[in-house]
């Protein structure tokens, strides 16, 4: 069945001595825990921090966006348009630093950034041309939901963040369905509510992808997951993980979600 996948995303929080202190805290409390895949996302400055300091355990690390063009520096091809893009780090600059993962599309980037699904599609596309794990976020804001648009703004984002995407590079592909109305608010969807969105996601990357791939794909749900409410969560079979924001920053916390 699916390997169960519980992603921390830091969002900006932790410099690399903070990230360095939590790792030494958290690394005992899931020594061992090979139910699930454990993948913390840092700030890029905190990533090389991470990956000494997860050397050797069982947690990898992933980054929270990245850039689409590619930099010809590694490849020995530099033109001048090659990274001329100030502030932008790359999938091959990930991959050179022992990233394996990366988040694209989350909704504060949609919100705050200017993502737009056609951004999103790039980034993936890049992602998976590189060997890297994308974890693509989905999720309807809270007036779509309660205009009943749940199931379209679903199906639109992930047909188009699949765009011209093939079923063979994209074997790793892991979704996140985030309702906007649910990250960082406290609230969270019901497990049912999740499942229901899961499995219009599932339809969607049965279309895209075909059948096969869509049964294969793991779905993980963020929103507001805690201690106290992961075990329901992860008790829905079409729940495959989680993306935790604020619940990830402490080391006990993330351990007892990485445990349920
Ligand atoms: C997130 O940042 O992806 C997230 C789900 O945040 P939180 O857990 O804080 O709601």
Redesign the pocket.
Known sequence: MRKKLIAA?W?MYKTPDQAREFFRDFLPLVHGHDRDEIVVCPTYLAIDAAIHAVQGSNIAIGAQDLYWEKDGAFTGEVNEKDGAFTGEVNAAMLLAVGVTHV?IG???RRQYFGETDDTVNLKLKSAVEAGLIPIV?VGEVLEEREAGLTDDVLRRQCLRAFHKVSAKKAVSLVV?Y?PVW????GKTATPQMAADAHAIIRAQAAESFGQEFAGKLRILY?????PENARALMSEEEIDGA??????LDPKSFAAIVKY
């Open positions: 995303n969002k988040i989350h909704s504060e976020c996140a985030e649910a990250i960082g608010t963020g929103g507001s997951v805690k993306l935790v924001g604020g619940a990830s």
